[in-house]
Each structure stands twice: as C-alpha cells, then as structure tokens.
C-alpha cells in the first residue's frame, strides 16, 4: 500500500499553479501520470488541487517529474499559522 501525505497545509493551490504554468490541462496531467503507473482519476485529481485528498507520496513524485520541479515548489509560500 502507497503512503499518503496527510495535507493539513494546503499544497492543492501550489500543485494548481505548477500544472498552469506548465501549459498542462487536469485532464493532460491524469493522462501523463497513468503512462507513469499512477493510477489517478479526475476526480482524486481535482481532489488533490482542491487540498480535500490526501495526496500519496507517488503521486508526489509523478507530478514533480512531470512539471520538472523539486520537492520545494510543493510547499512554497505555506508556513504553520501561530
């Protein structure tokens, strides 16, 4: 069984952008993704962007090969709240 990220800080906005500014549809994401052995639908996709699925480490991985990105620009801008 994959691990899953638990998202108590919002990474959907940042997974958003990163998919916009690589010109990708969600539709283009999920299609690359599967090619990779991920198996994702829209739904947990959207779900994912959302910040309402918690997302799993592999899915992680695939999307930062797929925008070419580190780890990093996941969790650019989030800070704990005080």
Do not use: H, W
């Given at each position: ?12 906005n ?63 801008g ?5």
């Amino acid at each position: 069984m994959a691990q899953k990220l638990k998202q108590d800080l919002p990474i959907g906005n940042n997974i958003r952008a990163l998919r916009i500014k690589s010109g990708y549809t969600q539709e283009q994401v999920i299609a690359k993704m599967q090619l990779r052995g991920i198996d994702i639908s829209r739904s947990i996709y959207s779900q994912i962007e959302c910040g309402t699925y918690n997302i799993r480490i592999s899915e992680l991985v695939a999307l930062s090969e797929l925008f070419d990105v580190d780890f990093n620009a996941f969790f650019s801008g989030i800070t704990l709240k005080e």
